[in-house]
């Protein structure tokens, strides 16, 4: 596979991770809580500490998949797990459409049981310093790792195949950052928590259409140009 077709199909996988709501949420409860106790910096260094938990998750899962697939397959994933990778997609793409976010229009709340939605929901309120921020941002990110699983595969794959593997895991962290950097860049120029969440909750048919169709996109994807 080319260096272009593996940072491609690394960029794909982004924005089909990108599109998941859990940690945007987090994020969103993270500054709702925190702009009514603190200062504005001191929430912007809380924003930024969970955003790079976040991230880090989905960095420590790509690398560790990238070396599971080298030492078990010696190189590209076999055929037979191309097939399996596209399953897990396809499932979640249905999960997306149909189970994602529970009923009610005035929310955004997602598939979670509502213990762990409690429990994270406690956390962004009771969250003070940077270290709880951080791993606040990992926790978010750990908890999809159902959805997620078949992207960092396909990440992993993708690190394994290239010659720039460093590009292309930038590549991967910088477009699944865009939703939370967005995000915190819109709080910075002015723009209201409750209005954003107003918007969220707006568009969450239309974010959860996309996102299904992205998860089914990619497994069309890779079983195109590695599976066939």
């Given at each position: ?18 599109s ?12 709702h ?8 910096r ?100 750990f ?15 993708c ?22 950097v ?47």
């Amino acid at each position: 596979m080319s260096d272009l077709l593996s940072i491609a199909t690394i960029a794909l996988a982004g924005i089909v991770q990108a599109s998941l709501q859990l940690s945007l949420g987090g994020l969103v409860l993270l500054y709702h809580s925190s702009m009514g106790r603190h200062r504005r910096r001191k929430t912007r260094y809380l924003a930024k500490s969970y955003i790079w938990g976040a991230l880090t998750i989905s960095f420590l899962a790509a690398c560790a998949g990238a070396f599971l697939i080298e030492r078990l397959f010696k190189g590209a994933v076999a055929r037979e797990a191309v097939f399996v990778i596209s399953g897990i997609l396809l499932a979640s793409a249905v999960v997306m459409w149909l189970l994602y976010y529970r009923r009610g229009r005035q929310t955004t709340q997602t598939w979670l049981p509502k213990s762990l939605t409690r429990y994270i929901t406690r956390r962004a309120n009771g969250t003070s310093d940077n270290i709880e921020a951080f791993s606040l941002g990992m926790l978010s990110a750990f908890v999809e790792l159902p959805l997620t699983i078949a992207i960092y595969a396909v990440v992993a794959n993708c690190l394994v195949t290239t010659t720039q593997p460093f590009i292309a895991l930038g590549v991967y962290l910088a477009v699944v950052a865009i939703p939370m950097v967005t995000l915190k860049l819109r709080i910075k120029t002015g723009r209201n928590v409750a209005e954003i969440q107003r918007w969220r909750i707006r568009n969450k048919a239309f974010v959860r259409i996309i996102s299904g169709t992205g998860f089914a996109v990619l497994a069309a994807f890779i079983l195109t140009y590695w599976g066939l």
